[in-house]
């Protein structure tokens, strides 16, 4: 009696599996269904969470970020009360915190929303942030050279009346000439515009920098007729002083409000917080996609029992001649685990395919560690449901199975 070798299963079961070509694919359609979508949401998942870190990286290091209201609840998530704009800080909190506070940066923001106009064009609802003049270089959006400059300390001083402009806004303003030096129109006022700061895109959560305008604090005081402020940056000299700085800040806020009414809080808080809804987004529709494969694991189990049946002479004959149960379990078991790994493959190669269909319009980012987790679940979705039928192949009774008609 001879015992059969690794190779010649791995032929036999490759011979049987292109034997009906049609069966194999279809077989394996729910497993590469299964596997494309884990690809695709994954890939969606990362390249979002890389989109998010990259935005958070180009608004400038050890930023810390006071706002009115509780932005944070206590296990880390975001505070279902949302709380951003539930109240305002006043210029009086702006200047306790600049007398408390040694050798930083202090950046207090306004914003106003209105239309905006140009002899060409007029933008509706139009947020226009007001600050001071280090605003644009803690949030690298002072205009490049060539394009203009920020407004000075001076400038809003003395409530001189200039705004610089968001990239795609000083195009839809003036779309035939360059933007600087023209004027515009926000509620009645004439502003002059002294620079256009330089193509940023989307912030995630919020709207596009690039449609946004900038002006000086007490000009947005002028526009609002309120001298609210709607949050206040703090910079830090380096990431080792953000942590005491935080506490520092918190104490100074408690002397006068409580500690639900304001957050303090830095970029990587924000950005652990959105990652892990993101995170636990990707988890849960990862997971959806996954039943397929386990429908498409059924599918195997099916067509490998009904091959069993078709075979089921053959299995006796081979039995017959001297063939081990054992060799008959593990060939059943290689043609479902070959089923399931061409469907991985296909999938995992389907995947890919998609993601760079969808790159040029969102930032997905297929992962190696995406593929081995598809393919790798997409192979135990084969031995798992390739079990059964080989188990009733490796015993079926020799006898029994020539007489089978």
């Known amino acids: 009696m001879l015992k059969p070798s690794l190779n010649d299963l791995l032929k036999s079961s490759f011979r049987s599996i292109l034997k009906n070509k049609s069966r194999t694919v279809l077989t394996s359609l729910g497993i590469i269904i299964g596997v494309t979508s884990v690809i695709l949401l994954t890939s969606i998942g990362n390249g979002l969470k890389k989109y998010v870190t990259d935005q958070f990286d180009s608004l400038g290091a050890n930023s810390i970020y006071v706002s009115p209201g509780k932005v944070f609840n206590d296990n880390g998530g975001f505070s279902q009360s949302g709380g951003m704009m539930l109240n305002t800080f006043t210029q009086k909190d702006v200047a306790n915190l600049n007398r408390k506070l040694n050798n930083v940066d202090i950046t207090p923001a306004s914003a106003v929303f209105a239309d905006i106009s140009s002899p060409f064009s007029t933008q509706k609802n139009i947020e226009i942030d007001g600050s001071t003049e280090n605003f644009g270089k803690n949030n690298n959006l002072a205009p490049s050279k060539g394009n203009g400059r920020w407004f000075t300390k001076e400038e809003n001083d003395k409530n001189t009346s200039v705004i610089v402009l968001g990239y795609q806004l000083a195009i839809d303003l003036f779309p035939k000439s360059s933007a600087v030096g023209r004027k515009v129109i926000v509620k009645g006022k004439t502003l002059k515009v002294i ?153 995992v190669l389907l995947g890919y395919l998609g993601t760079l269909a969808i790159k040029p319009f969102f930032p997905a980012q297929v992962t190696t560690s995406s593929v081995i987790l598809a393919f790798g679940v997409s192979s135990l979705v084969g031995i798992i449901f390739g079990v059964a039928p080989a188990r009733k192949a490796s015993k079926l009774s020799p006898i029994e199975a020539l007489r089978y008609e």
């Open 195 to 347: 620079g256009v700061s330089d193509k940023k895109g989307a912030s995630f959560g919020g709207p596009s920098f690039d449609k946004q305008a900038y002006i000086p604090l007490n000009i947005a005081f002028e526009l609002s007729g309120k001298n609210d402020i709607h949050s206040i940056i703090i910079k830090a000299q380096n990431k080792d002083l953000i942590e005491p700085l935080k506490k520092q800040i918190t104490n100074i806020l408690l002397e006068k409000y409580d500690k639900d009414a304001f957050s303090v809080f830095d970029s990587s808080q924000l950005l652990n917080s959105i990652n892990s809804i993101i995170g636990m987004l990707t988890i849960g529709l990862t997971g959806i996609a996954a039943i397929s494969l386990v429908v498409g694991g059924i599918g195997i189990m099916n067509i490998m029992l009904v091959s069993v049946t078709e075979r089921t002479r053959e299995i006796g004959l081979r039995k017959a001649i001297g063939a081990y149960p054992r060799a008959i379990l593990i060939q059943f078991l290689i043609e479902a685990v070959i089923l399931s790994c061409i469907g991985g493959a296909t999938g």
